[in-house]
């Protein structure tokens, strides 16, 4: 096992084995070709060829298009082909959050294959016997990852809310932070990957931040994500991510970002310049 592995079991997605989904002549996401048929019940929506699906030049407009989506995506949960909604929209875009063309349920995201953009937060403790991480339980009775560790806050990003207002949400919800500390954390920047999902591929962007925390704190979760906390060693956090699975696996790209951000890799670990740039991998 090692931290190169970590970073390689979020980038599985074959490309090569997906057809473009696009608007306005713009990639926005990928389908498998067997969703791709789904697609092909409405003809006035999706114009089908070799190289890609399109949606109709017709419908023009930000509001237009993301109705038209959503009628299509709850045909086709009542259909079976998707499992459920989330009630919650997500940008779908060629690039970033502000270039986004409509909306899309996030329930629906790696079925059409478009980019998801998400928080993640470390928080520390610099105690004096070295530095510790706050490690997370996910329930076990969560759809994604039940039982997995994670990060201390970890959420995704939806639209219509800025990425300060989310994480102050995410950090009440899953962690019992007022919102006066979690405006402490530091943007430290972002990991992206591409992986391939049950439904399709997830090519992901996150945004990290590290919030030093005081000897004191102690994390309580509110909104039932997650069942327990346990303040680690970094060495030990190191430790399992290295050796073991235990972490929600895009979990263990951002703490291999905090390990080598502080110091706890160097460029003296093997395949260290391969474990810079894996993180930062490129998007589709």
């Known amino acids: 096992m090692s931290f190169l592995d970590r970073i390689e079991a979020c980038n599985t997605a074959d490309l090569t084995r997906y057809l473009p989904f696009r608007v306005d002549g713009q990639d926005v996401g990928w389908l498998r070709p067997s969703f791709a ?3 092909q019940a409405w003809p006035n929506y999706f114009h089908h060829a070799d190289d890609g699906v399109s949606l109709r030049q017709g419908l023009s407009g930000f509001e237009q ?5 959503a009628d299509v995506i709850q045909s086709m949960i009542q259909k079976g082909v998707i499992g459920h909604d989330l009630n919650e929209l997500y940008p ?10 409509l909306l899309m349920d996030r329930g629906a995201v790696a079925h059409f294959g478009i980019r998801a953009f998400g928080q993640h937060l470390n928080g520390y403790v610099c105690r004096n016997d070295g530095l510790y991480m706050w490690i997370a339980r996910r329930a076990k009775d969560r759809r994604h990852a039940p039982g997995k560790l994670d990060n201390l806050v970890a959420g995704g990003l939806p639209w219509g809310i800025s990425l300060q207002q989310n994480l102050i949400k995410e950090c009440e919800e899953e962690a019992g932070m007022s919102g006066d500390l979690a405006q402490q954390a530091r943007a430290v920047g972002s990991i ?4 391939e999902s049950a439904h399709g591929i997830k090519p992901d962007v ?8 005081s000897e004191g704190f102690e994390p309580a979760c509110t909104d039932g994500e997650v069942e327990s906390f346990e303040l680690m060693p970094v060495e030990q ?3 399992i991510v290295r050796e073991t699975e235990e972490f929600k696996a895009n979990c263990n790209l951002v703490i291999i970002d905090f390990l080598i ?6 460029p003296d670990q093997e395949g260290y310049t391969r474990l810079v ?3 930062h991998r490129s998007l589709p």
């Not at 992206?192 to 992986?195: D, G, I, L, M, N």
Request: net charge negative; aromatic share 8%.
């Open 37 to 39: 048929e789904h697609l």
């Open 261 to 266: 951000r502080h110091g706890l890799l160097d």
């Open 277 to 279: 740039t894996g993180l």
């Open 92 to 101: 779908v875009t060629p690039g970033e959050r502000t270039q986004a063309v």
């Open 65 to 69: 298009r993301s109705q038209a989506v």
């Open 206 to 213: 996150m945004y990290c931040y590290d919030l030093e925390l």
């Open 192 to 195: 992206s990957y591409v992986a």
């Open 237 to 239: 956090v190191a430790e």
